[in-house]
């Protein structure tokens, strides 16, 4: 079991910059694989970026490729999102997921949640 709660979020301009923290409480929370969605008001979910349990590989969907960079700290129990050169579309609600089995771009194959944190880019 894992609880996951997310911070960092806020308002910030255009071209600016922030960072998202997920806090894990567990025992285990190594053997996760971990992940950051976004969604947007009458938009559908989507993936942003997901990290594995083992070596840390990344994998991020093409719109933040370059802009933002996902990191895990084992000894925190606490994975990040970096967010930089924000645009207004990046305007979403941030959830940070964890998954026992691989990382992933689906969010059918993460099987815990945080409550999400607002993260909202002005022009």
């Known amino acids: 079991q894992v609880q996951l709660v997310e911070s960092g979020g806020g308002l910030v301009q255009a071209g600016g910059s922030l960072r998202l923290s997920c806090a894990a409480s567990?025992?285990?929370?190594?053997?996760?694989?971990m992940g950051w969605f976004r969604q947007a008001p009458g938009k559908a979910r989507e993936f942003v970026a997901a990290?594995?349990?083992?070596?840390?590989?990344?994998y991020y969907a093409d719109s933040v490729k370059g802009r933002f960079l996902m990191s895990r700290d084992n000894d925190k129990n606490t994975v990040y999102l970096q967010m930089n050169s924000l645009k207004t579309e990046d305007t979403a609600v941030y959830y940070c997921?964890?998954?026992?089995?691989?990382?992933?771009?689906?969010?059918?194959?993460?099987?815990?949640w945080g409550q999400g944190t607002q993260v909202t880019v002005s022009s």
């Open positions: 997921a964890a998954s026992i089995k691989y990382y992933s771009s689906r969010s059918r194959d993460y099987d815990y």
């Open positions: 567990g025992r285990t929370f190594s053997s996760y694989a």
């Open positions: 990290i594995s349990r083992i070596d840390s590989s990344t």
